[in-house]
Every structure is written in C-alpha cells, then in structure tokens.
C-alpha cells in the first residue's frame, strides 16, 4: 500500500482543520510551511503492529534518516500540530492536556478538528524518569481517546518499540508502527537535487551572503550537468557499498554531504572529476575530505591575493580545519599556527582562516553545531583522537551527554581516525551507541570485550536480512570503561578494569547483559531493568559481578519489568537495596569441577545472536587460549563439538540452546546465574575423566 503524505496521509487527516497560533509554547508549532526541496521517503506498515483503528500510531527510523523532516511536512500537508519534545518542556503526566490548553487548541482537539504529531521522543525519555515518561505516554493514550485521528509519535527504533510495550501494558493499545525506508535510486538522486537547489540558495547571517553564490546559476545553465552528476554517484554509491545495502546510498545525510561536494565546485566543466573523486576509498572518509580539499583551495586562492609569492599549499589541510571546528564547537583548546608559516604571512592567514571558518560546509551558519550528522562524527572522531587532550575530553563529554542523541556516523569515522592502534576504553561505549543508533527494525546490537588489562572489544551488527557488520579494537591498558544511560546487549568479563554505567538520573539495564568487572560504578538515582523486547529472545538475564561495587546514597530497590532476571555478585550485596536480587558465588567444593563449570559458562555466553535467531561466535575467538585456558576448554570444546551442541559451520561456530539443555543439562539462562543442575555436573565430568 502508498502510505504517502498526499496518498495517505491527508486524506486520513482530512477532518483537521487549519489552526492559529495562539500564544507562544515552546515546542508547539500549529502552523508549518511546506519544505519545497523536501523529498519524501517511503514508509512500510509493520507485520503483526499493524491495526489503524488504533488511537496512537507510531513511526520509526534508525538514526539520522529524517523523522522529524518527515513529520513536519506531514504537518505542514495535513494541518496537524506539530510538537518538537527535543524543545518543550519537560514531559510527564497531564502534559498533553496542558499544552493543548495553553495552545489554545483544546476546543478544535475536542470538535475533533485537530491531532498531534509528537516527534523526538528519543530526547524526552532521556530528561525523564521512567516512572515520568510512562506518566505522559499514558496521557497521550487518554488524550487521544477515540476520536477518529490518530495522534503520533515519532521515535527511533528502540524508543518506540519501548513506548508501545508501556501503552499495550498500560492502556491496552495496540499502536501501528511504520518504519521509515532509506532512499531507494531514484528517490536519492530527486534528493541530491533538491539538496542542491537548497544549497543555490543557502545564506549565512552575518555577513549576510551566500554560501554558494555561483550555483544558482550554474544549476540554471547547467541542468544535464548537475542530473548526470547526482545519477552517476547514486548508481556508484550503490555499487561500492552494495554490502550495507542502501545504508550509505540512501542515507539523507549522506546524500546531502554528496550535495554539498557537488555545491563546492564552482566549475561545471569539473563536476564528473568532484563525483569521481568520492568514490576513491572510503566512501564516508573520501566525501568529507573532498568538501575540505575545496575549503583549503578557497584559502590559498584567498592568501595568494594578500600575500604576494606566497605558496599556500599544503595549509588549512583537513586536519587544521577538523581541528578549529572542533575547538569553535567544544569552546575548547587553542588553534595551531601551521609550522613554517613566514612571519610576515601570519597575520594573513589567520585573517583568511577567521573569514572562512563561520561559513564552513560543516559548521552550522546559524546555531554553534555541526551541519549534518556525517559532518559531525568526522568533526568528532577526530576531536576524540586529538593529542590535545582538552579537546578529546570535551568531545568525550559532548558525545555522551543527554542532549546528544549517538550519531550513526561516529563509528566509521572513528575507525578511520583511530587506525589500527589502541583506542581508550572510555570510548567504547560512544562507538557501542554509534552501532546502536545504525540498526534498524529487527536488527541485533552486541557487544564483548574481555582481557587483562588491555581489553579486546568486538562489536556486532547483525541486520535483519542476515548481513552483519564486525568491528574490533584493543583499548589502551587501564582506563574507565564507560556506558552511557541505557545499557544491553553486552557480555563484558574484564575482572581488572573499572567500569561505569549511566549519568546521572535513571539508568535501564536491558537483557541480555554479562557483567563482571573490578569495580562497577552506577551512577544514577534510579535504575530500570528490562527484559529484551525481540519475540525471539532466548537469553533474558541481566548479571552484574564485580569485587566492589559504588552507587549512589538513597538508592531504591531496582524497578525490575516481567520477564527479566536481575542477579548482582559482589561483597555486600546482601544488603538493601539488593538483596532480592544478590546471589553468592559458591564455588564447587571440587576446584576441578569448578574449573569445568567456568569453562561451560565462559565458553556458552560468549555467544551473541546471528542471523536467523542462532547463537554465533568467530572460530578464531572460540578457538583462542583466552577462551580455553588450556586442555580443559579444549576438550570441553571437541566433546560439545562431537556431542552437536555446538557445529563448526565455514568461520562461524553455532550454539544450540536446545541441544545444550537436552545432552549438557543446563539452559543458556542457567549459566548466566551460575546455576548447575546435576546432569551437567555429570556431563562435565565425564570431560574431567577424559583428561585423567
């Protein structure tokens, strides 16, 4: 079916009237105008949350693919309100019904003649307690009572597949989700286009003046150009990256870093070469660079008028400029002088570089923020890998701040910046977000990481349609490492290293989670535990093992939802507000039989989700002596393999939870609480005797 602004859309919201602004709200916007370079994407109903006689409807999209563009242009069509959570005020219970109110749209919500449509609930969950946010979703449930239009929420992926199971449980609803589709060929090429047209007449305020100012022209006497150009990187970009699927080629934000290339050559005899030229290596990397190639050309052009004889070359490179922007948006560090630089050019080219720099492609003109997701993890990832260590710690502390939803581009670039050397342990949980903010619906997000002292982290996106992304580092010895406000999906056994979760207010634990650490610091007021929402979820345990553990004063007992497990190891854990949930690590009385059980457990829950619901690991990892230890894991390892518990399939091993219940005697969950049936005292040693 077209579920398209005009096809669907508005005649759905045919009832709703035009409404005046009436009074001023922050985050309300009654009246919207529509976008004339907006290029719509698809939308898809999702099977089994798919009932439109619902009262609530909800969209979802993975990081940065336009659902806040989406939703006000469906506002702007269809005359509903829009409300931007990301600005309003803080949300809890009654907060619709007084907004209407202030608004002055209680009477038109009434008649009937006016509906919602909430986007950012993303960044309303992160400024709230659970207990608040489940207040306003229950609100927006009672709000939106049975009048015949919906109102809807806007979200990614994860929020809102959290905001239904809080309204089926609460309210009985049973909300339709439809997920936003990436841009197929056609449709990013219309976008590269209306991208460009955008840009022909995109000004900066002080002083006013164009950004492009040649384009408008350009684009009017060069047309063929122009559309060559834009179906000759879409069909590439498909090409090239054909292994993520349309995850580069159809990304907005990745289109329009394309756009902005294209808008940067002033020349159209030398467009072909600027499209050419993105595709040579990495596809991200190479699109970023080429609009800073342009800005140092802009320079040495600029220089050579002030400077007579001056070879500017090589000045205002990529890394200069990532530098200052960095230090403009950080309000941090100093900016370099280029070393070499004649005296008598100095004052000169800091002139140039101050007249260029508020007009940067990737500086937002009107507000101190990156332009576009793809420009900002490339202004990231290099402020986080910068030698100058107040610039790192200020991109530390912007990346994992509240307001700062994760930016599905940071890993990538990151990667790049990084390179092959170790990387601190206080970033993995940044670049763990950045993966989590790529997946999409029906995608699984893991995490592992174990060692000494220097940890070996591998980080796994496994997609839907079985495709999957790996990612490895090494951290640097010592460290911190560090989680952010929602934590799952992790398997972290690193007894010698300090590891922190949350920032403060509430933190949500969801399964599955591994934990065992040196110390494990939570630093929050309250914390969530929640079971792991996918239907096929096998593994629904949270376990927390450390040899000291730090919270903070006047903690509550853990809010633990049906159908998650909570069990925490660590001295003192009998007390409140544990001590339902704190279980005592008794070992075998056998150090033998002790030694096997670790072997089982360290070996089974190192396995993560694959494709097609199957539990998966490396062989190369499966294989390593930090997995076996010695004989003992070896053997244990061959007899599973003999016993079909575990099958050698290409470069894969797979775990059968089934078979490891039927032949071994424990399930999955049972060895993430340590819990060793009799069976499966026998079976292992049976392996024991093997070695004898």
């Known amino acids: 079916m077209d579920y398209s602004i005009q096809a669907f859309w508005r005649p759905k919201f045919a009832s709703v009237a035009p409404q005046r602004h009436a009074g001023v709200l922050k985050g309300w916007s009654p009246v919207l105008e529509h976008a004339p370079s907006f290029v719509e994407a698809s939308l898809s109903l999702r099977d089994g949350f798919d009932d ?36 309003a005020a803080t949300v809890a219970g009654n907060y619709l019904v007084g907004g209407l109110v202030n608004a002055g749209l209680w009477n038109s919500w009434q008649a009937g003649t006016s509906t919602l449509l909430v986007d950012a609930l993303d960044e309303a969950r992160l400024r709230v307690t659970q207990s608040s946010f489940e207040d306003f979703l229950t609100d927006v449930a009672n709000v939106a009572g049975k009048r015949g239009v919906p109102v809807v929420l806007l979200g990614r992926v994860g929020i809102v597949e959290e905001a239904w199971t809080i309204l ?14 990436l841009f197929n060929a056609d449709r990013a090429k219309d976008f590269v286009l209306a991208a460009l047209q955008r840009l022909s007449s995109a000004t900066e305020e002080e002083p006013p003046r164009k950004l492009f100012p040649h384009l408008a022209t350009t684009l009017a006497t060069h047309d063929s150009v122009y559309r060559d150009a834009a179906d ?77 004889g001056f070879d500017a070359t090589g000045l205002y490179g990529p890394g200069e400029q990532l530098a200052r922007l960095a230090s403009r948006i950080f309000k941090t560090g100093k900016p370099q002088i280029p070393v070499g630089l004649p005296q008598h050019a100095v004052a000169p080219y800091e002139q140039a570089v101050e007249s260029l720099l508020p007009q940067h492609p990737f500086l937002d003109t009107k507000e101190l923020k990156p332009s576009s997701a793809v420009f900002g993890a490339s202004i990231l990832a290099a402020a986080l890998t910068s030698d100058d260590h107040d610039v790192a710690k200020a991109a530390e502390r912007f990346a994992g701040s509240g307001p700062n939803t ?30 989590e903010a790529m997946a999409g619906a029906g995608d699984i997000v893991r995490l592992s990481a174990d060692g000494e002292d220097a940890l070996d982290v591998e980080m796994a996106l496994v997609q839907q349609s079985g495709s999957e992304k ?28 300090e590891v922190e979760c949350g920032e403060g207010g509430q933190l949500e634990l969801a399964a599955p989670i591994a934990l065992r650490a040196g110390a494990l610091v939570m630093n929050c007021s309250e914390l969530v535990v929640k079971p792991d929402p996918a239907t096929a979820a096998i593994d629904q345990t949270i376990v927390l093992e450390a040899r000291e553990a730090l919270t903070e004063g006047g903690l509550r007992p853990p809010l633990v939802r049906h159908g998650a497990i909570l069990q925490v190891i660590w001295p003192g854990s009998k007390a409140y507000p544990w001590t339902p949930f704190s279980t005592e690590e008794a070992e075998d009385p056998d150090p033998r039989m002790a ?22 690991r490396f062989r190369g990892k499966v294989e390593h002596f930090r997995m ?36 071994v005697g424990v399930g999955f969950q049972d060895l993430k609480v340590k819990h060793y049936p009799a069976k499966c005292r026998v079976y292992l040693q049976a392996v024991l005797d093997s070695l004898a």
């Open 168 to 181: 089926n449980e609460r309210a009985g609803l049973t909300p339709p989700i439809f997920d936003i589709q």
């Open 406 to 435: 994760p930016n599905p581009f940071l890993l990538e670039f990151y990667r790049e910046a990084a390179g092959n050397g170790p990387i601190p342990a206080s970033h993995v949980g940044l670049l763990y977000a950045s993966l």
């Open 595 to 616: 030694d096997a059980q670790r072997a089982l457990r360290r070996l089974c829950i190192s396995f993560r989700s694959h494709s097609k619901g199957r539990l998966a």
């Open 628 to 663: 076996t230890k010695g004989s003992l894991g070896e053997a244990l390892r061959r007899r599973l393999v003999d016993d079909k518990v575990l099958s050698l399939e290409g470069a894969m091993y797979f775990l059968e939870p089934d078979a490891l219940g039927r032949i």
């Open 470 to 497: 790996h990612y490895e580092f090494k951290t640097v010895p010592g460290g911190v490492l560090r989680f952010g406000r929602r934590v799952t999906g992790i398997n972290v056994d690193a007894e010698n290293t």
């Open 52 to 87: 439109l006689t619902q009262s609530v409807w909800m969209i979802a999209a993975s990081g940065a693919v336009g659902k806040s563009t989406l939703a006000r242009e469906i506002c702007a069509v269809t005359n509903a309100v829009y409300l931007d959570l990301s600005i």
């Open 232 to 308: 000759f990187l879409v069909q590439h970009l498909t090409d090239v990256t054909h292994a993520d699927g349309p995850q580069f080629a159809g990304y907005a934000p990745v289109l329009e870093a394309v756009a902005t290339v294209i808008a940067s050559e002033p020349n159209p005899a030398k467009i072909s070469d600027a499209t050419r030229s993105i595709l040579e290596g990495q596809v991200l990397g190479r699109v970023t660079s080429q609009v800073m190639i342009r800005e140092s050309g802009k320079l040495a052009t600029q220089l050579a008028e002030s400077v007579a």
